[in-house]
Structure formats: C-alpha cells, structure tokens
C-alpha cells in the first residue's frame, strides 16, 4: 500500500457529506392487511402450545393463516428463531434479506421473508410488547436480524474449549429430533435468526456488535401471522437476557412460551398464502 493511501484527500469531508441513499426502498412492497390479521386474531383459539426450555430449543408447527406467539414467562430471556417452510425445509428465513427490507430490528407490521428462490413472505409480525423501547441512547433496539446466533464454533475459536448448548447446537438438536435427521444433518439447515427480545446495536466508535440488558419481563410477547405452513424453532439463549455473555452456564436463564392460535372460520375471507417469488430463473442465459 502506497503511503497516499493512508492519507485523506483534499474533499474527504465533502465525500463524507454526501446523503446516504436507501438500498431497498421498501415503498413498493404489498403491504399486509394489518386490519383484516387483527379482526381474525380477536376470535382466534389456542389450539397448540410448547416450552423452550432454559439452554434448550422446542420446534413447533403453524399452518398457513394461523398466529403464533412467543413470551417471556418467567424472566428476562432472550431467544433466537429458526423458521423453515414446513414441507420443504430448503426455503428458511432469511434474515439478511430481511434487514435489508425492514431494517437491523423488526417489529408489528415486519415480514420476515424466505431465501432464494422462492423470496416471499413466511410470517408477518402482528402485536410487539416492545415497541415502546425504540432506540436507546447507546443506539440499541429489540429485535434484531444482525445477529448469527451463538454457536460452538466461534466459542470455541474464542474460547478454546467446547460448549454444547449455544442457540445453534440447541436449534441442531431440536430440528434432529423433529425430523429424525442425524444432528449433523440438521446443523446445515440451522440459519441465521431473528433474535427475539435480544437489545443490541453497534457501537458508534468501532462498529462492533453489541448486546445490552433487553427490557423484556414476564407477559411480554412478540405475534407472528403464519403466510405459508411453518416449521419452527425457538432456543432459550444461554445469556439470558445477554446482559453480560451469551455462551455459559453462568447466566440466569428462563423458559420462553410458545402458543399457536387459530382464527375462526371465514375469519381470513380474502386471504390467500404467499405464492412464490415470480422471477423465471433464467439468470440471462
């Protein structure tokens, strides 16, 4: 490298001046029908529910017109989730495509959306407890699609020893146990999450990723409508409420609730799954 490289040029202030453009303005997305979600969840019924357990995952299934719902029951816990097309487990969540549409932290009226090819909507967010917390001083948020999820690897390149219950070993084991794959198997289809209740951000100064203490308590939650049949995972993350580390047996961990809800007959007239992506493949050839 040439020394004039290390050195800024005559304008560098007015190149830093330049207004930032939106790479993916998301103004022509169909919006979803937030009204017609919030008359059929009035007269939806429970009809399925399951418990993560603290440093373990639980899966779950949600048909296509159905709600599903994530809460803190007992105390601070942040959980990291998995989605996957039910009858085709290549099609999962893609959570940078995601922020890219939506933003680094999602909330009501987000979409999480699927990977290539098929690029369409899996669940639509409906009601968020935490909507109040916005952006804190730090720059920090709820909800995030930055984050890879704590695994044994990057703990181990760190650390240097092993740790069997970071989100993507608990995520591996729970899908294994879903589907009756080898948990090697099932680790290739784990994917990055959307970190529900976790509180994180970047630092102004170096630009590193960072967690705080989340805000969320007992009775928060975090709605989802189902837009094509769902496969989930939901793990309780080792951290905690990722107050302190996220990858430990130190941390003060806490189930995490889910419940599937369905809405009465006729309560979704109109309404139809998400189709798939309608670009033809070809890639020019």
């Not at 979704?268 to 070809?282: E, F, H, I, K, V």
Request: hydrophobic share 35%.
């Amino acid at each position: 490298m040439t020394d004039r490289q290390s050195h800024p040029p005559a304008d560098a202030e007015a190149r830093r001046a330049i207004a930032p453009v939106v790479a993916y303005p998301d103004t022509s997305l169909p919006p979803p029908d937030l009204a017609l979600y919030t008359r059929a969840r009035e007269g939806a019924t429970l009809v399925a529910e399951t418990v993560a357990a603290p440093r373990e995952a639980a899966t779950f299934r949600v048909p296509a017109g159905h709600f599903f719902r994530i809460t803190s029951i007992q105390g601070p816990q942040v959980g990291d989730l998995n989605l996957w097309a039910a009858n085709d487990l290549s099609e999962r969540f893609f959570s940078g495509k995601t922020r890219a549409l939506h933003g680094t932290h999602v909330t009501t009226g987000d979409r999480l959306w699927s990977c290539f090819p098929y690029l369409r909507p899996m669940a639509t967010i409906t009601e968020d407890t935490l909507a109040w917390y916005g952006t804190d001083p730090h720059g920090g948020r709820v909800h995030d699609v930055i984050g890879t999820r704590c695994d044994p690897y990057t703990h181990h390149l760190l650390a240097g020893d092993d740790y069997h219950h970071c989100c993507h070993s608990n995520l591996s084991r729970a899908l294994a146990a879903e589907t009756g794959m080898p948990v090697t198997k099932a680790e290739l289809l784990v994917h990055d999450v959307l970190n529900v209740f976790m509180c994180t951000g970047f630092t102004a100064d170096t630009g590193q990723y960072f967690m705080k203490a989340s805000p969320v308590r007992p009775g928060d939650y975090l709605e989802f409508f189902a837009e094509i049949d769902l496969l989930g995972a939901l793990s309780a993350c080792p951290g905690g409420d990722c107050s302190a580390e996220h990858s430990s047996d130190t941390a003060a961990c806490y189930p995490l609730l889910i419940q599937v809800f369905e809405p009465a007959g006729g309560a979704l007239q109109g309404w139809t799954p998400a189709t798939m992506n309608g670009y033809d493949r070809s890639h020019g050839l």
